[in-house]
């Protein structure tokens, strides 16, 4: 089966409310070039966009523990989980922590490792790349 996916639908706060997310996706769905197309979206269960474009949803991915469990010490130390996709804003997070917090969040990212804890935490690679230089 040929299948495309989007990944993420952003819509200036200012425009949203309007429709322009669901006509987005119902204008681009035909140029995808594959008979399925998968959408991956955080803010789709609040704001049913998707299915107002046309989409049928299909399943819904729950919260797994390892992973939320992540994010719970991430908040307890101040992260902000809107930004984790912003390099700069992450390093600068780190720089400010002590040693006894990176140790908190390198045991919580060792203990709970999933494969899906990145597709949460992050819409780059970046996020990684700048985690695994201060967590050695």
């Not at 409310?17 to 140029?31: F, N, Y």
């Not at 819904?60 to 523990?65: K, L, P």
């Not at 780190?94 to 990176?102: D, K």
Request: hydrophobic share 45%; net charge positive; with cysteine.
């Amino acid at each position: 089966m040929q299948l495309s996916t989007i990944n993420r639908v952003v819509i200036h706060p200012k425009y949203r409310t309007v429709g322009l997310g669901a006509k987005l996706i119902r204008e681009t769905l035909p140029l995808a070039g594959t008979p399925c197309v998968e959408l991956i979206a955080v803010m789709a269960k609040f704001s049913p966009f998707a299915e107002k474009a046309g989409m049928q949803k299909i399943a819904e991915q729950t919260s797994i523990d390892s992973v939320s469990h992540i994010s719970k010490v991430l908040l307890e130390l101040g992260f902000d989980m809107h930004l984790l996709g912003s390099e700069r804003y992450v390093k600068a997070k780190l720089e400010n922590l002590s040693p006894a917090q990176l140790s908190l969040i390198r045991k919580a990212f060792i203990k709970n490792s999933h494969p899906r804890f990145k597709k949460e935490f992050a819409a780059s690679r970046l996020w990684f790349l700048v985690l695994s230089s201060f967590l050695g």
